[in-house]
Every structure is written in C-alpha cells, then in structure tokens.
C-alpha cells in the first residue's frame, strides 16, 4: 500500500504508519527488581536501629533510693548459747523433770551405732516415715562441743521450742566420736522424756549416725494453739 493510494486521507496513512512502527519495533519488557535478601546480621543490626530509634527520650530510673529486700535466714539454736542464756535467765519452763543419766551409764553405745527407739503404741508407717527422712523437722541443735551439762539443758530446750510452736519432729546432731559421750547420753534422756514417741539415726545425708531425728508428742493443750 502506498501513501498515494487516493482511498486513505493523510491522516489516516500517517496514523497507520505509526501502527507498523509499533508492531515491528514493540516495546522492551520491563523486568521487576530480584528481591533483596539480607543476611541474620543485617536484620539483626536493623532491628537494633528501630530499637535505638524506639527508646530516645527515654531516661533510666534511677534506683539509688531503693531499698534491697533480703530474706532473712533463720539461724539454727546453738547449744552452747542455749546452756548459757539457760544459766543466765534460768532453764525454759517444762513439764519435765530432770533427766536421769544413769541409762547412759548402763548402756553405752558405740560411736557407728544406729540408735532405734519408738512407744509401742506409735503406727509403723509413721515411725518408717521418720526412718526414712520424710518427715520435715521444726528445728535443729548441734551439741559438738558442749559439756555433758551443757547438751542436757539444749535437749530440753529445743524440745520445749518445739512444744511452744506446736511441732513434732526435731534434730539433734550430737556426733559420734570414738567414744561417742554425747549420743550415749542423748539416747539416755530421750527414751526418759514423756513427750517422746520415736527416735532414730537420721538418714546418711542428713548426719547418720552422728544425729537424731526425734518425734514428739503435739502439744494439744497450749494455748496458742486451740481450734
């Protein structure tokens, strides 16, 4: 077709040719960018920025005046402190007599011994239970140390404790030296002591035969303690 052919005015060739142009020379394709990845550190550093960007402005609290709180631990009684604020201010108020040693002398024991000793009325459960450790204890005295005098008034002592504060189940460590003074006399006293109803060498872990677990009778008519 040629731009004299007299059937197509000028404007129409001329829109026609521009229509050839396209089609032989069309367009180049636009392709869309591959994405970016970024490497763990890259992300990592940016969240940094945000955060940084985040916290401007804001100021630390400033903790000078704020008091620590600390638990307070419980200490343990010490037996010595006990025989001498006992011979200051004079023994705790018992239900007990003077204990007798003349058991001990009857009947030593040796230092590696296992120390045994329950009513006949107290359940077997119970009195395993006491074997084994699974009872918790009030309250624990160590008499190494002591005199004689000494560890008679820490046993009565932390057994009143623990009749004051209606518990049941104490530790005596009283050692087991080569002549073992102190836990023949402990095994002595507590098989006299009425609100005794079982003793027994703790478990290994819990001193062995260098201590006592001791159940006790609760003390069901203090006052402290009414339902």
């Not at 020379?25 to 970024?38: F, I, L, Q, T």
């Not at 550093?45 to 985040?54: A, C, P």
């Not at 705790?92 to 040693?101: F, I, Y």
């Not at 450790?133 to 160590?142: C, I, K, P, Q, T």
């Amino acid at each position: 077709m040629s731009k004299h052919d007299s059937s197509l005015s000028k404007d129409q060739f001329n829109l026609l040719k521009q229509f050839k142009k396209q089609i032989s020379n069309p367009h180049p394709r636009v392709e869309s960018p591959a994405p970016v990845v970024k490497t763990p550190e890259q992300e990592h550093e940016e969240d940094l920025d945000l955060f940084r960007k985040q916290m401007q402005g804001i100021k630390k609290i400033d903790s000078s005046n704020i008091a620590k709180l600390e638990k307070a631990s419980k200490k343990k009684p010490d037996a010595q402190t006990l025989a001498k604020r006992a011979a200051a201010t004079g023994p705790m108020q018992t239900d007990q007599a003077e204990l007798s040693d003349t058991q001990a002398m009857l009947n030593p024991v040796a230092s590696q011994a296992t120390l045994s000793y329950r009513i006949a009325t107290l359940q077997h459960k119970v009195f395993e239970d006491l074997k084994a450790g699974n009872l918790r204890w009030f309250e624990a005295v160590d008499l190494h140390g002591c005199t004689v005098e000494e560890a008679r008034v820490a046993v009565l002592q932390i057994i009143q404790m623990a009749k004051d504060e209606n518990q049941n189940v104490i530790k005596i460590v009283h050692g087991k030296g080569p002549e073992a003074i102190l836990k023949t006399y402990v095994n002595g006293w507590l098989r006299q002591h009425r609100d005794v109803l079982a003793f027994v060498s703790a478990p290994e872990k819990q001193g062995g035969t260098g201590a006592v677990l001791v159940l006790l009778k609760r003390a069901e008519k203090n006052p402290k303690f009414k339902q």
